[in-house]
C-alpha cells in the first residue's frame, strides 16, 4: 500500500500559558472541562491520528468546539502544535524552515475559509491572481491561469467586479479558483459552506465534486454536517472534545457507529444516499431478474430503478456482466429504514 499523501500522528494541541505541563494531564486524561476548569487551560486536539491518502476528500466533522479547525491549521501550520507531527510527503511539516514554510504556503498547500477571506479592494480577476503574483509568476502566466479559472467556476462576466456586488455563493466560487489557481496538490477547506443558505450550499458541493473528479486533489474539508460529509468525503473522521471518535468511509459511519454520539449524527440520514447495493445483496439465484447494477450503486438508485421497470428484483453484476448477486424491493426498503437500535451503536460510558 502507498504512504499516505498526508500524515497526522499523536498530534495534541493545547492552548494556555503553560501547554508543556498542561499536555501531561492531557496525557493521563483529564476531561476537556477539568483542564479549563481547574488548570485554565483549553484542549485544542487530543492524540490524533489519521492517514489521508492522496487524490482523495478526507472530511472532518464534530460539534462546535470539537477541534476541527484547529487540526486543519495544523497541516499548513498556522498552528503550533504542543506534540506529535504532521508527515506530507514523507516531510515533517513541524520540521520546515520558514523559507521551506513559505514555499510549502504558496505551491503546495491552498487554504479556503468559512469567511471567503476575499480582498474587498480587489475585483475577482485580482482575488484569483493574488497567490499566483506571491509565487512570481509572469504577467501572460497568470493571466492565462485566471482566464481559465474564471471559466471554470462560472464567473464569467464578472471579472471586474468587487467581492461586495457578488453573493456569498459567488464569492465562495472566487475564493475557490483563488486556492486552485496556484496549482497546489492539497486543498484545506475550513467550513468552506457553512456561511451559504442550502440550494447555494450544495450547488457548491457539486462544483466541487467536478472539479475533483477532473483535479484530483488532496483535500481536507472541515464540516458539522453530517449530509454534506456524507455527500462529498471519500473518508470521515468525526471528533469530539478534540479526540477522534470514529473514522471511516461514509457507509461504515452509517451502517455501524460506535457509540449514541456519533449514533445521533447519523439517525435522521437518508440511508438510501449512502448504502452500497453490494453491501446487502445475497448470492444470485436463476429465479431473479430486473435491472443489471454494479455493486456500488446506491440503494435510492437501485429503488428507482426497480419501480421504473416494475420488478420485484435487481441483479447485481461485474463489469464483465457476470451475476454475483441480486436484491429484492423488500430488501432495499428494510436497509434503507434504520434500525431501532441504530445498527448496535454502543452505549457511551458514563
Same mark, same amino acid.
Given at each position: 500500500?502507498?504512504?499516505?499523501?498526508?500524515?497526522i500522528?499523536?498530534?495534541?494541541?493545547?492552548f494556555g500559558?503553560?501547554?508543556?505541563r498542561?499536555?501531561g494531564l492531557?496525557?493521563?486524561?483529564i476531561?476537556?472541562?477539568d483542564?479549563?476548569?481547574?488548570?485554565?487551560?483549553v484542549?485544542?486536539?487530543?492524540n490524533?491520528?489519521?492517514?489521508?491518502?492522496?487524490?482523495?476528500i478526507?472530511?472532518v466533522?464534530?460539534l462546535?468546539g470539537s477541534g476541527?479547525?484547529?487540526?486543519?491549521?495544523?497541516i499548513?501550520?498556522?498552528?503550533?502544535?504542543?506534540?506529535?507531527?504532521v508527515?506530507? @510527503?514523507? $516531510?515533517n !511539516? &513541524?520540521?520546515?524552515?520558514?523559507? =521551506?514554510l513559505r514555499?510549502?504556503?504558496?505551491?503546495?498547500?491552498?487554504m479556503?475559509?468559512?469567511?471567503?477571506?476575499?480582498m474587498p479592494?480587489r475585483?475577482?480577476?485580482?482575488?484569483?491572481?493574488y497567490?499566483?503574483?506571491?509565487?512570481?509568476?509572469?504577467d501572460?502566466e497568470?493571466?492565462?491561469r485566471?482566464?481559465?479559472w474564471?471559466?471554470?467556476i462560472e464567473?464569467?462576466?464578472?471579472e471586474d467586479?468587487?467581492p461586495?456586488?457578488l453573493s456569498?455563493?459567488m464569492?465562495?466560487?472566487?475564493g475557490?479558483g483563488?486556492?486552485l489557481a496556484?496549482?497546489a496538490d492539497i486543498?484545506?477547506?475550513?467550513e468552506?459552506?457553512?456561511?451559504?443558505?442550502?440550494l447555494?450550499r450544495? @450547488?457548491m $458541493?457539486? !462544483? &466541487?465534486?467536478d472539479?475533483?473528479? =477532473?483535479?484530483?486533489?488532496?483535500?481536507?474539508?472541515?464540516?458539522?454536517?453530517l449530509d454534506?460529509?456524507?455527500r462529498?468525503?471519500?473518508?470521515?473522521a468525526?471528533?469530539r472534545?478534540?479526540?477522534?471518535?470514529?473514522?471511516?468511509?461514509?457507509?461504515s459511519?452509517?451502517?455501524?457507529?460506535?457509540?449514541?454520539?456519533?449514533?445521533?449524527?447519523?439517525?435522521?440520514i437518508?440511508?438510501?444516499?449512502?448504502i452500497?447495493v453490494?453491501?446487502i445483496?445475497?448470492?444470485?439465484?436463476?429465479e431473479a431478474?430486473?435491472?443489471?447494477v454494479d455493486?456500488?450503486t446506491?440503494?435510492?438508485?437501485?429503488?428507482?430503478?426497480?419501480?421504473?421497470?416494475?420488478s420485484?428484483?435487481?441483479r447485481v453484476?461485474?463489469?464483465?456482466g457476470?451475476?454475483?448477486?441480486?436484491v429484492?424491493?423488500a430488501?432495499v426498503?428494510?436497509?434503507?429504514?434504520?434500525?431501532a437500535?441504530n445498527?448496535?451503536a454502543?452505549?457511551?460510558?458514563?
Open positions: 500500500m502507498a504512504d499516505p499523501k498526508i500524515r500522528e499523536n498530534l495534541y494541541k493545547v500559558p503553560n501547554p508543556e498542561a499536555i492531557v496525557r493521563d486524561g476531561s476537556k472541562q483542564l479549563l476548569d481547574e488548570h485554565g487551560h484542549l485544542g486536539v487530543r490524533i491520528s489519521l492517514d489521508m491518502p492522496g487524490q482523495s478526507q472530511v466533522m464534530g462546535s476541527k479547525s484547529t487540526l486543519i491549521r495544523h499548513n501550520r498556522l498552528i503550533e502544535p504542543t506534540a506529535g507531527s508527515i506530507v @510527503d514523507g $516531510q !511539516v &513541524l520540521e520546515m524552515s520558514n523559507k =521551506e514555499d510549502f504556503r504558496r505551491n503546495r498547500a491552498s479556503v475559509f468559512q469567511s471567503f477571506a476575499l479592494h475585483t475577482v480577476v485580482q482575488n484569483i491572481a497567490g499566483l503574483t506571491i509565487q512570481g509568476l509572469d501572460d497568470i493571466k492565462r485566471v482566464a481559465r474564471i471559466e471554470r464567473l464569467a462576466g464578472y467586479h468587487y461586495g456586488h456569498g455563493g464569492q465562495q466560487r472566487v475557490i483563488r486556492a496556484t496549482d486543498l484545506l477547506m475550513d468552506a459552506f457553512s456561511a451559504l443558505d442550502p447555494i450544495y @450547488d $458541493q457539486s !462544483v &466541487l465534486l472539479l475533483q473528479a =477532473e483535479l484530483k486533489k488532496t483535500i481536507m474539508f472541515i464540516t458539522h454536517d454534506e460529509a456524507l462529498i468525503g471519500d473518508s470521515i468525526i471528533l472534545d478534540g479526540e477522534i471518535v470514529q473514522q471511516g468511509d461514509p457507509q459511519i452509517v451502517l455501524h457507529p460506535v457509540d449514541d454520539y456519533v449514533a445521533d449524527f447519523v439517525k435522521d437518508n440511508r438510501g444516499k449512502v452500497k453490494g453491501t445483496m445475497r448470492p444470485p439465484t436463476d431478474e430486473g435491472p443489471a455493486a456500488d446506491l440503494l435510492e438508485d437501485v429503488a428507482r430503478l426497480m419501480a421504473n421497470e416494475r420485484g428484483w435487481a453484476i461485474e463489469a464483465s457476470q451475476v454475483v448477486g441480486v429484492s424491493t430488501d426498503m428494510a436497509s434503507m429504514v434504520r434500525r437500535n445498527g448496535g454502543a452505549k457511551v460510558a458514563q
